[in-house]
């Protein structure tokens, strides 16, 4: 079955930082990629999302993530952090061989000093 | 326009007890999920609804159970509750299944 590997489990920056968090999935075929978001207190947003077409994809509030179908990745980037995005970010993929599930990483933590 | 929403927001139960969990989707969306997300792990998927119908399903035994309705809303349900179902209970909505899904705040359960 299909998984996630999120490789970063908790990410300390200082704002102003850049961001990179990783993403594998387990196998390839066709995959519709997501990276979602959880800030504290609030419910998962989702921040950006790879269909087909250009590999790299731009999201709310800075972010992007470059789709490398060779290395089965997603990386989540952000060229200069602020406190304000310390949150949960979660990448997760639909396999379209396996049906409709989203399945998800285990998350990152970021968390941003000011 | 209202997102996705769910109740109760907390609930207690004890070992062996029932419980349903409510979900009402996005307006215009016509497929709900439903996910189980333990402290300090992402969501687990459970199973999926459209058209009234279970479309698919996670490794999740048959003590979990869900239900559509014809205005799209849905509810699980949790039979002989465990310690181990105490979690965040995520419900997502989304038009069709392979895109984007909306997620609701979750219903938070204890098991004592």
């Known amino acids: 079955a299909q998984s996630v590997s999120q490789h970063n489990h908790h990410v300390i920056l200082s704002e102003a930082a850049s961001l990179e968090l990783g993403c594998n999935y387990s196998?390839?075929?066709?995959?519709?990629l997501f990276w979602y978001v959880q800030y504290p207190g609030q419910h998962l947003q989702l921040l950006l999302k790879?269909?087909?077409?250009?590999?790299l994809v731009k999201g709310i509030k800075g972010f992007e993530a470059e789709f490398i179908k060779s290395k089965f990745s997603f990386n989540l980037r952000k060229p200069s952090v602020q406190w304000s995005d310390t949150a949960e970010y979660f990448c997760?993929?639909?396999?379209?061989?396996?049906?409709?599930?989203?399945?998800f990483g285990k998350g990152t933590t970021l968390s941003v000093s000011s | 326009d209202a997102g996705v929403t769910q109740s109760p927001t907390h609930l207690i139960k004890t070992r062996g007890q029932q419980v349903t969990l409510r979900c009402s989707p996005k307006?215009?969306?016509?497929?709900v999920s439903w996910y189980q997300q333990a402290l300090g792990q992402g969501p687990q998927f459970i199973f999926q609804?459209?058209?009234?119908?279970?479309?698919q399903r996670g490794n999740f035994p048959d003590r979990f159970s869900g239900h559509q309705f014809p205005n799209y809303s849905s509810e699980l349900n949790v039979n002989a509750l465990l310690l181990g179902d105490s979690a965040l209970y995520l419900c997502?909505?989304?038009?069709?299944?392979?895109?984007?899904?909306?997620f609701g705040p979750g219903t938070r359960l204890t098991v004592l």
């Open positions: 997502a909505s989304s038009l069709g299944g392979l895109d984007e899904q909306f």
């Open positions: 196998y390839g075929g066709t995959v519709n």
């Open positions: 790879y269909f087909s077409g250009d590999p």
């Open positions: 997760a993929v639909i396999d379209n061989q396996a049906g409709t599930a989203l399945i």
């Open positions: 307006s215009g969306h016509d497929t």
């Open positions: 609804y459209y058209e009234e119908e279970e479309r």
